[in-house]
């Protein structure tokens, strides 16, 4: 059974810092794409960032920003730990909001999100 | 303003047949890519309802389907239940934000 674990959320001041990780197991994790996605208090899905899942040929993974967080979010994956990261600098009012993982159907990042974490709330305020 | 437009709201008496479309343009959904949906309940994480346009995931039941035409998509429910109460998604591939983006969602309502 498929199971996405999120962790690191929490209350932050406005510029600060916060690392996201998600913890997969179920499946063979190096083979598909995992995306960060978040929502607002009230307010729709808003896809936030991926990372391609690896190649036939042992190709290195793509890493995909929405322009709201460009520059400012990294996300990673370590295939030893079956985890991704997301280290989230120079925060803001407008990223609080619960974020989620997902596994991609495929290792491509237009795949659909098959399996869905529970969340992890970050709070942005002083 | 999302990307991919969806209607901010539709409902349907119990049984019925509803539709929700999901309008892109050359650079997503008429570019070729794929378009996904899901269900998101009050208070739980989104459900992967259609992907790939037409496909159903195990356990999906087939009053849910979804298909694409040029630059939109829709995903049809027909045999209105209660617990088909909720809000949906589309999601699709953008190359020229080089990502991927969801709709403004559409919350569907069972009278």
């Known amino acids: 059974e498929v199971e996405l674990l999120e962790s690191g959320g929490g209350l932050v001041q406005p510029g600060g810092s916060l690392r996201l990780s998600c913890a997969a197991s179920?499946?063979?994790?190096?083979?598909?794409?995992m995306t960060w996605v978040r929502q607002a208090p009230g307010k729709g899905l808003e896809w936030v960032s991926g990372?391609?899942?690896?190649?036939?040929?042992?190709?290195?993974?793509?890493?995909f920003y929405a322009d709201s967080v460009k520059g400012r979010f990294s996300i990673s994956r370590d295939n030893s730990k079956n985890t991704i990261y997301l280290q989230m600098n120079s925060l803001r009012a407008e990223d609080t909001a619960v974020y989620h993982c997902?596994?991609?159907?495929?290792?491509?990042?237009?795949?659909?999100?098959?399996?869905w974490g529970q969340g992890t709330l970050v709070t942005v305020s002083s | 303003q999302s990307v991919l437009t969806q209607p901010p709201s539709v409902s349907g008496a119990p049984g019925q047949r509803v539709t929700i479309s999901c309008t892109g343009s050359?650079?997503?959904?008429?570019?070729?890519?794929?378009v996904h949906w899901y269900q998101q309940l009050p208070r739980t994480a989104p459900k992967l309802l259609i992907y790939?346009?037409?496909n159903r995931p195990s356990g999906v039941p087939d009053r849910f389907s979804g298909s694409k035409s040029g630059t939109s998509a829709s995903l049809a429910i027909t045999g209105l239940q209660a617990e088909d109460e909720a809000d949906y998604y589309c999601?699709?591939?953008?190359?020229?934000?080089?990502?991927?983006?969801f709709g403004g969602g559409t919350k569907l309502t069972v009278l």
């Open positions: 997902a596994k991609g159907t495929n290792r491509y990042i237009s795949s659909g999100l098959g399996h």
């Open positions: 179920g499946f063979t994790f190096s083979n598909y794409a």
């Open positions: 990372i391609t899942g690896s190649g036939d040929s042992g190709s290195g993974e793509r890493t």
């Open positions: 050359s650079s997503n959904i008429g570019a070729g890519y794929n």
């Open positions: 790939d346009n037409t």
């Open positions: 999601q699709s591939y953008d190359t020229s934000l080089s990502g991927s983006v």
